[in-house]
């Protein structure tokens, strides 16, 4: 069984703020994939990042940047200097990558909220 | 490029009626995924079809089909629709074919409300 916790719930900063959200996963499978997800008050998911099981490089995108440990099964997003623009729901989602079968699992979001 | 596009946007059922929700995948892409997104649950994955065929399910009843056409677009079926049933449904699509590690794109979603 997989399962992905994202245990923060919601969220609160004010505007120009450092804020990571946690992600922490559970698989027994050596292969699989890690993604983020942006869901706005619009509702469309946006794709934000994906990740192999062996590829721990973190990656930074202008004021977004990834921390993937595969020794505390973690893959945690920071904003840098928030805007209110961030403000939505994050998932982190983890595909696992097996012959015959397949395996989806979203957490349950983390909701941001950046305060002006 | 266009994204990936779903119809209708809103819709108002009553129970035991049914309903089809349509998705276009982004051009080229031959895999297309259903999720169910109900308040408080989250995202629950509901069927994948890749080259017109369904590859994998949820663990949702029968009552939630689908099928896959030839130009890739797909029909989501819900039939004896159940007040529970009201929801987000989103509609992705990807790239990677028969691959379920692909990245994939969201549509905007149907919203569903059964009264």
């Known amino acids: 069984a997989q399962k992905v916790t994202q245990a923060q719930t919601e969220i609160s900063v004010v505007e120009k703020e450092d804020v990571t959200l946690d992600c922490v996963y559970e698989t027994r499978d050596t292969t699989y994939y890690l993604f983020w997800y942006k869901q706005p008050p619009s509702g469309e998911l946006v794709f934000l990042i994906r990740?192999?099981?062996?590829?721990?490089q973190n990656e930074i995108s202008g004021r977004y940047s990834w921390n993937f440990q595969k020794s505390t099964s973690s893959f945690n997003f920071t904003i840098t200097a928030s805007q209110v623009v961030d403000s939505a729901v994050y998932f982190c989602a983890l595909i696992r990558s097996g012959a015959g079968s397949y395996q989806l699992t979203f957490g349950k979001g983390t909701k941001l909220s950046v305060i002006p | 490029e266009a994204g990936v596009t779903q119809s209708p946007t809103h819709l108002i059922k009553t129970r035991g009626q049914q309903v089809t929700l349509r998705c276009s995948p982004i051009?080229?892409?031959?895999?297309v995924y259903w999720y169910q997104q109900a308040l408080g649950l989250g995202l629950q994955f509901l069927l994948w079809y890749d080259e017109g065929e369904e590859r994998n399910r949820g663990n949702f009843p029968p009552r939630f089909s689908g099928r896959q056409f030839p130009n890739y677009s797909s029909e989501l079926n819900v039939n004896a629709l159940e007040l529970e049933d009201s929801a987000l449904y989103l509609c992705?699509?990807?790239?990677?074919?028969?691959?379920?590690?692909?990245?994939?794109?969201f549509g905007p979603g149907t919203r569903l409300t059964v009264l």
């Open positions: 990740r192999n099981s062996f590829d721990e």
């Open positions: 992705a699509s990807s790239l990677d074919q028969g691959s379920i590690s692909g990245t994939q794109y």
């Open positions: 051009s080229g892409h031959t895999s």
